[in-house]
């Protein structure tokens, strides 16, 4: 008796396995079942997954077929470029791979299978080349991208249009890093630039230069503890302002009020009118020398840095300080106002960028790429850009967030001022007296020249101090460490052909960090 019901448990359990097995064998018939595939009568084959069919070499080769093509869908069709570049190479590549696979067929039974499954993936592929490239052959752009196709809703992955996009339906594409090296810009011709005037007149280091918004005079600021007016056309001296006791380190000409504000090693800022040329605010706070300072284009606000590592922000009329800007760990060397955000940014001895947010009062991103101390910034006229540099390094940034763009490379030296004009050029000049005009755009390098100190100073007195350029960007005035101001135009002379461009394009590295 209990012989008996053992046995009607086995046989109930093997039921159950048979049972179990064919509903695998369903499921995976309905997972690999070619809808395609017919016979020459028109009849549907059958395909039989389960596991007595595993020796017939006709249904595991068609399972195994499928099971490529459901895989590799979407990348076996190659761009037309390419297939056009490996069909004109397809007659050495195709003895090479007939020596290749007779002596794996002789050597090991295995090459067989790989023939086989090689076989079946290139059948598969021309099988849905036409519908891949959306008909026609040769249709489409020319591109050597690969692409990952998208099917459209609802379409199967064995699906005659499965692998194919249609032209105009958007595609992903991975693009080849050779191809990135080719695609740089080529710079944009600019004329060289020439020295049109020397001014002299100060009794020290010239270290700050601001030009009024008519673009009719500059000033000027130097060791000497003096504010020189200079006409911009004669180059003559107009007015010299005293008052502060240590070298004058900023200037800024307001272009809405007829204000001129200062900054020195004093510690003192100060606020002149210029109709009376006289001082009427004092802005105090800074605790050490401060270095520079920049006004709001739009908002009635100075900013200021200086020694002791933070920049403040004054209230113009009241005096008050707004905000205190801490964060950096070293000198500000410079500082720069824009209109959006970040409306601030501010460079430092501590190696570092900052960039503010000028409502409320925080630093709202740090650029960590420079090895040494920051002493220069500017930003484009009418770009959303701006560049920093320090000793040897000049690097790109694309506002707002501060996203690296790319790197100067060529002017080794201590930087001591940047500036740029609506026309793409940007001027570096150093602490040795080089000089350097790039391409803003592709970071060409057109022109370098060293500056020429004034008869009667030392060499080391050969360095460019600060830089800027006037309103209309034609003429470049450079304060320098020999005393003199210099003023440079460009060649009205030169041409393309006359001074053409020396480009090659080089590798990727001007783009590293």
């Not at 195994?64 to 459901?70: D, F, H, I, Q, V």
């Not at 002596?103 to 039974?109: K, W």
């Not at 070298?247 to 009376?276: I, Q």
């Not at 900013?303 to 008050?320: I, L």
Request: glycine residues 10%; aromatic residues 6%; proline residues 4%.
């Amino acid at each position: 008796m209990t012989a008996q019901v053992a046995d009607g448990h086995i046989a109930a359990d093997n039921a159950d396995l048979t049972n179990l097995i064919k509903r695998n064998a369903q499921v995976s018939k309905s997972l690999y079942f070619d809808s395609r595939s017919t016979t020459a009568s028109g009849a549907r084959k059958r395909l039989r997954l389960d596991p007595a069919a595993g020796n017939d070499p006709d249904l595991s080769e068609e399972a195994l077929a499928l099971r490529l093509n459901a895989e590799y869908a979407d990348v076996q069709t190659l761009p037309e470029a390419l297939a056009t570049k490996q069909a004109a190479a397809a007659g050495a590549a195709a003895a090479r791979k007939k020596a290749q696979r007779k002596t794996a067929n002789d050597g090991d039974a295995d090459g067989e299978d790989t023939a086989v499954a090689r076989k079946m993936i290139e059948g598969i592929q021309e099988t849905g080349k036409a519908a891949r490239n959306g008909g026609a052959p040769g249709s489409g752009p020319q591109t050597t991208a690969l692409m990952l196709i998208r099917r459209p809703p609802g379409a199967s992955s064995t699906s005659g249009s499965a692998g194919g996009a249609t032209h105009g339906q958007p595609g992903q594409q991975l693009i080849r890093a050779q191809d990135i090296q080719t695609s740089q810009p080529r710079p944009e011709w600019h004329p060289p630039w020439k020295l049109m005037r020397v001014i002299s007149g100060h009794l020290g280091w010239v270290r700050s230069l601001a030009v009024e918004p008519d673009n009719k005079w500059f000033a000027s600021g130097a060791g000497d503890r003096t504010i020189k007016i200079w006409d911009l056309v004669s180059g003559q001296l107009r007015l010299t302002l005293t008052g502060h006791i240590s070298t004058v380190r900023g200037l800024a000409v307001s272009p809405r009020h007829p204000y001129l504000f200062s900054c020195g090693e004093d510690k003192m800022v100060k606020c002149w009118d210029l109709e009376t040329n006289k001082v009427i605010r004092h802005y105090h706070g800074h605790l050490s020398g401060v270095y520079t300072l920049a006004l709001h284009p739009t908002l009635d606000v100075l900013v200021t840095g200086g020694r002791d590592g933070v920049a403040r922000v004054w209230d113009m009329r009241t005096r008050n300080n707004v905000h205190v800007l801490a964060g950096h760990t070293g000198t500000v060397s410079d500082v720069r106002c824009q209109e959006a955000d970040p409306q601030v940014i501010t460079g430092s001895l501590d190696s570092t960028v900052r960039l503010w947010d000028l409502a409320a009062g925080k630093s709202s991103g740090v650029l960590t790429h420079h090895k040494k101390g920051v002493r220069a910034l500017t930003v484009h006229p009418t770009e959303f850009t701006f560049a920093s540099a320090s000793a040897g390094s000049i690097k790109q940034w694309k506002c707002p967030e501060g996203a690296f763009m790319q790197n100067f490379e060529g002017h080794n030296a201590i930087l001591n001022t940047l500036s740029v004009n609506a026309d793409n050029v940007l001027f570096s000049g150093a602490d040795n007296g080089s000089m350097s005009f790039w391409d803003w755009k592709t970071g060409y390098r057109f022109q370098s020249l060293d500056t020429i100190a004034q008869p009667g100073s030392l060499d080391a007195e050969s360095g460019i101090m600060t830089s800027t350029f006037d309103r209309s960007g034609l003429r470049l005035i450079c304060g320098e460490a020999d005393k003199t101001i210099k003023i440079w135009k460009q060649d009205e002379q030169a041409t393309p052909e006359t001074h053409p461009i020396d480009w090659q394009p080089a590798a990727l590295s001007r783009r590293r960090y």
